[in-house]
C-alpha cells in the first residue's frame, strides 16, 4: 500500500513509556536547561495512556527516583507503602519454612512498594510539564533508516483504521513519520522493533542469548483486619511449591495501601514440561495455606501478565548504534538477583539522557559519538549492580544439586561464581517431547475457580480491562499453522494454548473430520509475548496491533 505519510522531525525521541523512557526524558530536559539548550522531545506509547501497559511486582530501590526527582514526596509520587521488614519463605505442598537469613540483594527495608502503572503514570505528567511531547495510543511499528540502512533516523507509527483483510476503512489514518537525530528505544522485554533491529544491525552478536520469566499478578482488596495489621513484614518472597527444583521462579506478596495486597507468580521459561501453564501455577500459589491464609475474604481487583528479561549482563544488547540507544528492559538491564528492574531501568534511560546531551554538544549522532553510553554506564552504579548479578539467571537454570553449587559460589563471590560466563540456552529451545504422565498429571488438576478471589484466564482478561478491535489485522503472525496443528501438537501438545495467561490460542477439532485447527483470540491478547519466546518452532511472532490497545492497567 503506497501511503504519502506526514513527517514530523524532533531531536530526540523515546520509544516506549515505560520507566527508562520516562526517566530518560525527564532527565534529558534537565540538563538541556542546565546548559540552555532548546530541544524538541517526543515519547510514544502504544497503550491508550501512560501507564496503562505499566505492571510489576513493584518493590522500588528508589535509588535512581532520588537522583532524578529529590523532592519526589513533595511532587506526589504514588507511593503504596514502605517496607518496613523483609519474609523469605520455602513452601511445601502443605506447608512452609521461614529462612534463615533473607539474602542481601533482597533486603528491601526502606524501599517502596508502588504500582508501576500509577508510578508511571506520575512520571509522565512530570515530563509533560517539562516539556516532553508525549503521544499514547501510538505503535512504534517500523524503524526507519537512512539510504545506506545503518543509521537509524526514527520510527514508523501503526496505520490506524485497517479492516481484517489489512484494506483502509473509511476512519484509515496512516502511521507517521516521526524522525529524530537520536532514538532511544525503551519497548520493554522482547521489544518487536528492537528484534527487527537485531536483523539488521546484528546488536545480539557474541552475546549470550537473552532469557525470561513470565509472571502473573493480581491486586487484591482484604478485610480491614488482615495479615498485615499484625505482621512485622510486609514484603513477602517464597520459593519451592508449586515448582519443582530445576524450575525457576516463585512468589510475592506485598502490602499496598488501602487494605490492598500485591501478589504475584513468575516462572523461568526456560521450563521442559510442555504441559506447563503459568496460570494453573498462579493459582496453586494462591491455594497455598501459607498464601490463602493472607488473602482470605479477599476480592481480585485487577490482573495482568507480562515477561520479565532476566538473562542480565552476558545477555545485553550493544547499546548502542548510529542514531540510536537501548534502554530498559529491552536491554536485558534488570537486577535479577533483587528481583526489580524499575531503579535500573531508569537509570539507564538517565544515562542515555547524558550521553544525547554531549551528543548535542559535539553535533554527532553515529555510534562513536553516542558509545559515551556505554562508557557512563560502565562508571554507573548499575553496572556493579549488572556485575553482580551476571551468571544469575543462568544458575537458576541448572537442575539439581548444580543449581545450588553455583548459586552459593556467585554469592561469595559477588556474583563471579565457579565459571564467569556460565552458560545458558535460549527458552524456545528447552522443552522435551510429552509423555502420557505429563497429560495424566495436567488432567487431574483440581481447579479451585470462584470468580472472586480465584478467577480464570478469561476473567483475568476481563479484570486487566484489554480492550482490541476485533476487525482488524491480526497482530499476532503464526507463519505456518500446519506446524501447529501437525508437528507441534503431536510432539508438545501445542503449548501455546498452556503458556499464554489470556488463553489466545486454542486447538479445535472437526468432529466429523478430526482435522485440527488454531484458532487465535487475539482480542484477549495481554501484550506479555511470551508466544514469542518460547514457541519451539519460533513460528509466531507478536507485532503491535493498533496504537491506544491492549491491557488498561491502572493499580497493578
Known amino acids: 500500500m503506497d501511503i504519502e505519510r506526514e513527517k514530523i522531525e524532533f531531536d530526540v525521541l523515546f520509544v516506549g513509556g515505560g520507566p527508562a523512557s520516562l526517566a530518560g526524558a525527564i532527565r534529558l530536559m534537565q540538563l538541556a536547561k542546565e546548559k540552555n539548550i532548546n530541544l524538541e522531545v517526543a515519547l510514544i506509547e502504544k497503550g491508550a495512556e501512560i501507564g496503562s501497559h505499566g505492571l510489576s511486582g513493584a518493590v522500588l530501590n528508589p535509588i535512581a527516583l532520588k537522583e532524578l526527582i529529590p523532592d519526589y514526596s513533595e511532587k506526589g509520587c504514588p507511593i503504596e507503602t514502605v517496607v518496613r521488614g523483609d519474609e523469605f519463605l520455602y513452601l511445601t505442598k502443605n506447608s512452609f519454612f521461614r529462612a534463615p537469613f533473607v539474602p542481601r540483594y533482597m533486603h528491601n527495608k526502606g524501599y517502596f512498594v508502588i504500582s508501576l502503572s500509577k508510578f508511571t503514570k506520575w512520571l509522565g505528567e512530570i515530563a509533560l510539564e517539562m516539556g516532553v511531547n508525549i503521544f499514547p495510543g501510538f505503535a512504534g511499528k517500523e524503524v526507519l533508516y537512512a539510504e545506506n540502512n545503518k543509521n537509524v533516523i526514527g520510527i514508523r507509527t501503526g496505520d490506524k483504521g485497517l479492516g481484517k483483510d489489512g484494506a483502509p476503512k473509511s476512519n484509515f489514518e496512516s502511521?507517521?513519520?516521526?524522525?529524530?537525530?537520536?532514538?532511544?528505544?525503551?519497548?520493554?522485554a522482547r521489544g518487536s522493533l528492537v528484534q527487527d533491529m537485531a536483523k539488521k544491525l546484528d546488536i545480539f552478536s557474541d552475546k549470550m542469548p537473552q532469557v525470561f520469566e513470565v509472571g502473573i499478578k493480581e491486586v487484591i482488596q482484604l478485610p480491614e483486619i488482615n495479615y498485615f495489621s499484625t505482621s512485622k513484614g510486609n514484603d513477602i518472597h517464597t520459593l519451592g511449591y508449586p515448582l519443582d527444583f530445576d524450575t525457576p521462579g516463585g512468589g510475592f506478596i506485598y502490602e499496598m495501601k488501602d487494605n490492598k495486597v500485591a501478589i504475584g507468580f513468575l516462572a523461568g521459561l526456560c521450563y521442559e514440561n510442555p504441559m506447563f501453564d503459568i496460570y494453573d501455577e498462579f493459582l496453586k500459589f494462591k491455594s497455598h495455606p501459607f498464601v490463602a491464609g493472607i488473602i482470605k475474604g479477599g476480592k481480585v481487583l485487577q490482573q495482568g501478565a507480562r515477561t520479565v528479561s532476566t538473562g542480565g549482563y552476558y545477555t545485553m544488547p550493544k547499546l548502542y548504534v548510529n542514531g540510536a540507544l537501548f534502554v530498559g528492559g529491552c536491554a536485558a538491564i534488570q537486577n535479577t538477583p533483587a528481583l526489580k528492574g524499575i531503579h535500573a531501568s531508569m537509570k539507564s534511560g538517565m544515562l542515555a539522557a547524558e550521553a544525547i546531551i554531549s551528543a548535542l554538544e559535539e553535533n554527532s549522532f553515529n555510534a562513536e559519538t553516542l558509545s559515551i553510553y556505554k562508557a557512563l554506564f560502565e562508571k554507573s552504579w548499575l553496572n556493579g549492580e549488572?556485575?553482580?548479578?551476571?551468571?544469575?539467571?543462568?544458575?537458576?537454570?541448572?537442575?539439581?544439586?548444580?543449581?545450588?553449587?553455583?548459586?552459593?559460589?556467585?554469592?561469595?563471590?559477588?556474583g563471579r561464581g565457579i565459571r564467569d560466563g556460565l552458560s545458558t540456552e535460549e527458552d524456545c529451545t528447552t522443552l522435551k517431547q510429552i509423555k502420557e504422565s505429563d497429560q495424566a498429571e495436567a488432567e487431574i488438576k483440581k481447579k479451585v475457580i470462584d470468580g472472586t478471589l480465584y478467577v480464570d484466564k478469561l476473567t483475568g482478561v476481563y479484570l486487566s480491562k484489554t480492550m482490541h478491535r476485533e476487525d482488524q489485522p491480526c497482530h499476532i503472525i503464526v507463519h505456518d499453522t500446519n506446524i501447529c496443528v501437525n508437528e507441534c501438537y503431536e510432539k508438545y501438545r501445542s503449548p501455546c494454548t498452556k503458556f499464554c495467561p489470556g488463553n489466545v490460542y486454542e486447538i479445535e477439532t472437526d468432529e466429523k473430520t478430526m482435522k485440527r485447527r488454531l484458532k487465535l483470540n487475539f482480542s484477549n491478547c495481554l501484550h506479555c509475548k511470551t508466544c514469542d519466546i518460547k514457541d519451539p518452532y519460533r513460528n509466531i511472532k507478536?507485532?503491535?496491533?493498533?496504537?491506544?490497545?491492549?491491557?488498561?492497567?491502572?493499580m497493578v
Open 175 to 188: 502511521g507517521i513519520d516521526l524522525m529524530a537525530k537520536v532514538t532511544v528505544f525503551g519497548e520493554g
Open 542 to 554: 507478536w507485532t503491535c496491533p493498533e496504537g491506544g490497545e491492549g491491557p488498561g492497567y491502572t
Open 386 to 414: 549488572m556485575l553482580e548479578g551476571r551468571n544469575f539467571a543462568q544458575a537458576l537454570a541448572k537442575k539439581g544439586i548444580t543449581k545450588f553449587v553455583h548459586l552459593g559460589a556467585q554469592y561469595f563471590t559477588k
